[in-house]
């Protein structure tokens, strides 16, 4: 799976799902953390850093320091969210994603095999092949070339900003208009005291 969609599409959820973590620019910068496994491409040991052997241990190094650090979870949450959506998109991907490496070498991905013929059977449409499979091979050892860019990660990319400008823009608009709300309620307080005044007034030259 591509770079954007290791960073976009989780982050796209994260901002949805927990958009208060995102009031500081630099929690945008977690997403980086979905990025984190490939790191084993450039040691030449595919697997090293796709496996739960390893993240388990940066997850616990990094929860631990957040709460050291800042008394709170927040922020190292949110990593350790990152770090881990990148084996499971590598999984829906195909992988091969080795989760018990170095302890087991094999790795796991889920292929799609099922196809749409047309013109076949009674109806004139057949689907042929199981609609999901499960994959089982190691990585390649050594160092490998890999794809950067997809349709899908632009996709991604787009969704997010979609995401992002539509939602800041209605928090835009909700502001102002809690505004003018406020406004025109410090209006009618002020006419409505004038009155009050203005009635007492009349009573006394009564």
Do not use: C
Not at 151 to 156: E, L, R, T, V, Y
Not at 190 to 201: E, H, V, W
Request: charged share 20%; glycine share 12%.
């Amino acid at each position: 799976m591509d770079v954007l969609t290791h960073l976009f599409l989780p982050l796209t959820v994260a901002y949805a799902v927990r958009r208060e973590y995102f009031e500081s620019p630099w929690w945008f910068a977690l997403a980086g953390f979905g990025l984190l496994s490939d790191f084993d491409k450039f040691l030449g040991v595919p697997g090293l850093l796709h496996s739960a052997v390893a993240l388990l241990p940066v997850s616990l190094a990094l929860v631990g320091t957040d709460k050291s650090l800042t008394g709170e979870l927040g922020a190292s949450r949110l990593a350790v969210a990152f770090a881990w959506s990148h084996l499971v998109l590598d999984v829906i991907d195909g992988g091969p994603v080795p989760v018990l490496f170095p302890l087991v070498e094999s790795g796991v991905g889920l292929t799609y095999p099922a196809r749409v013929v047309f013109g076949a059977d009674p109806f004139g449409i057949a689907v042929r092949g199981p609609m999901v499979a499960l994959r089982t091979t190691a990585p390649r050892a050594g160092f490998n070339a890999y794809g950067f860019l997809n349709g899908f990660g632009i996709a991604s990319a787009l969704t997010f900003a979609a995401v992002y400008l539509g939602t800041e823009s209605a928090s835009r608009e909700n502001d102002s208009g809690s505004r003018e709300n406020g406004v025109e309620l410090q209006r009618n307080d002020k006419d409505g005291r004038k009155n009050d005044l203005d009635s007492r007034g009349d009573g006394g030259d009564r």
